[in-house]
Structure formats: structure tokens, C-alpha cells
Nanobody
Framework: QVQLVESGGGLVQAGGSLRLSCAAS????????MGWYRQAPGKQRELVAV???LTKYADSVKGRFTISRDKNTVLLQIDSLKPEDTAVYYC?????????????WGQGTQVTVSS
């Protein structure tokens, strides 16, 4: 079994910064890609950024968010926060375990940006 544990959310004023962290734990697995999604109240979950062979960002966060990855840990540096960035942020990983590739999700961490 693989677990993803996130940390780093919180309440911040517009223009501020946060850094989210997600670590994968378990044994006998490897990871193809790791990324971040977010879900605002009343909206669908959306991709924020993903880091695998390539790095991809949502247009709405380009230039403000930076994703980085070191083995089984992925970080999301969030700068110049806007109120519309308020959401629950979820870590995601494409994990190879026992010959199968599955998507795993973290429990989510709340980011709230005040204006």
C-alpha cells in the first residue's frame, strides 16, 4: 500500500506565498509522475501542475506556481497568491506497484487566500 501525505496549507493574504509538500510512503513501488490538483467550493477538481517526464502547469498558475520533485516527494511553491487560488489542494501520484500502475491521492490540504 502507498500513502501520500500532504502538508503546508493555510491562510494567507493575497500576494503572499505558501509551499505545499507531499511525500509518498510504502514499499516496493516506483512513481511515474507526481502532481497537484485543486478543488474550490462548487467546482470540479482541476489540474494545477504535474511533474513526470515533462512538467505541465494550468494556464491560471503559470509564472506563479513552481512544482519540483525529488524521488517520492513533490513540492508546490505558490507565490503571488490570489483569492481565486482558494481551494483544497490534493497531491496525486501515478504509482507502479505489483506490476500495475494506479493513481493515488492525498487527503488534501486547505489553502485560503484572503483579499
Amino acid at each position: 500500500q502507498v500513502q501520500l501525505v500532504e502538508s503546508g496549507g493555510g491562510l494567507v493574504q493575497a500576494g503572499g506565498s505558501l509551499r505545499l509538500s507531499c511525500a509518498a510512503s510504502g514499499s516496493g513501488f516506483s512513481i511515474n509522475s507526481m502532481g497537484w490538483y485543486r478543488q474550490a467550493p462548487g467546482k470540479q477538481r482541476e489540474l494545477v501542475a504535474v511533474r513526470g517526464g515533462l512538467t505541465k502547469y494550468a494556464d491560471s498558475v503559470k509564472g506563479r506556481f513552481t512544482i519540483s520533485r525529488d524521488k517520492n516527494t513533490v513540492l508546490l511553491q505558490i507565490d503571488s497568491l490570489k483569492p481565486e487560488d482558494t481551494a483544497v489542494y490534493y497531491c496525486n501520484a501515478a504509482v507502479n506497484l505489483g506490476g500495475l500502475t494506479s493513481l493515488y491521492w492525498g487527503q488534501g490540504t486547505q489553502v485560503t487566500v484572503s483579499s
